[in-house]
């Protein structure tokens, strides 16, 4: 597994993980099976786990916590952990969630991170969505307190715009910004990416392979059982999966040219975008982590790159990616 550097002291695989099906969203989970799965990343050389409070309710940061505690320490320094707050969801209402920045709040839930965790500091710590309500300079100086404090090391922010990007940067510089980005969510390339790159801020895109529909394995809305996200989900409608069908065609020869799957070359692009870019694909399979972390090693050439930039131009993403609740929070 090749490295890269997010920040000049932040290194990890260049291919992540993201534990968030772990806990829920995804349909039914076993935490059995989940902690085997995490032991395969070491065997992968996968160093980066992606997690967050809010993910099962604090459940799999402390599924991650149980699979820390049962390595020696080398293996155990070898992981670069990155967990949110910003998201708060009552414990008796399973879909309300208010957007939360208050200082007294961020430093709660750092505090209670870190003993789900099991670690004495936080490698990346991220807001998880940014609020409306708090200046993001008053949440900024929180989180650079607690870089003082000596309970995080590195500052990310998800999903907001290229001003909020400048304007948390000018008080305290940031490691990373989360988005959603991959081969139909590109919404951040005319703004926020030049940004990104300008400002020498990492970029960690989750669902990369578009929630499953890039790895080519899901084609019909029956697929989803109930309690998996997909199901009701605007983009995973039988009409847009028809629809949406069109960019698989278009990446299949690709596929066969590299002798790879769609997944991989979906990967594959994302990582030539970028040198500070980190993708972390999600799965509760071995065999689909194995090939996400494959993906590392296939260059594509430059004209194949420049092919699948310029295929949102002719192919237009049907339905949105949350509902439109979910999207008030989304690039703020």
């Known amino acids: 597994m090749h490295t890269r550097h997010l920040s000049q002291t932040l290194t990890v695989s260049s291919i992540g993980y993201g534990a968030m099906g772990l806990s829920e969203f995804y349909g039914q989970t076993d935490d059995t099976a989940s902690l085997q799965l995490l032991h395969t990343l070491i065997d992968l050389n996968i160093t980066f786990i992606d997690t967050a409070d809010m993910y099962g309710r604090g459940h799999n940061e402390r599924l991650i916590g149980h699979f820390l505690a049962g390595l020696d320490n080398t293996t155990r320094e070898q992981f670069k952990i990155a967990t949110k707050c910003g998201i708060d969801r009552p414990a008796d209402q399973a879909y309300a969630r208010t957007i939360n920045n208050q200082p ?20 990346l710590f991220y807001l998880h969505r940014v609020s409306q309500v708090t200046p993001i300079e008053e949440s900024m100086e929180c989180l650079s307190r607690l870089v003082k404090a000596g309970k995080i090391n590195h500052i990310g922010l998800c999903e907001v715009s290229a001003s909020t990007l400048r304007r948390a940067h000018a008080i305290h510089p940031l490691t990373a910004l989360q988005t959603e980005y991959s081969l139909w969510t590109r919404d951040i390339e005319a703004e926020i ?43 995973f409608s039988q009409s847009s999966l028809d629809h949406n069908a069109q960019l698989l065609d278009a990446v299949h020869p690709l ?20 040198d500070k870019l980190i993708p972390i694909p999600g799965t509760k399979q071995t065999r689909y982590l194995a090939e996400n972390a494959q993906a590392a090693d296939i260059v594509l050439e430059q004209a194949d790159i420049a092919l699948l930039n310029a295929i949102h131009q002719h192919i237009e993403i049907k339905g949105e990616r949350y509902s439109q609740e979910g999207m008030k929070s989304i690039n703020a």
């Open 255 to 274: 596929a066969e040219k590299y002798s790879c799957t769609p997944g991989q070359i979906a990967l594959a692009w994302l990582l030539a975008q970028y």
């Open 104 to 123: 007294d709040y961020i430093t709660r839930c750092c505090n209670e991170s870190l003993k789900r965790l099991g670690v004495e500091r936080i490698d």
């Open 193 to 235: 990416l030049p940004v990104v790159k300008e400002l020498g801020i990492g970029l960690v895109p989750y669902s990369p392979l578009g929630r499953g529909f890039l790895t080519g394995k899901y084609r019909h809305n029956s697929d989803f059982v109930e309690g998996d996200f997909r199901k009701n989900n605007a983009r």
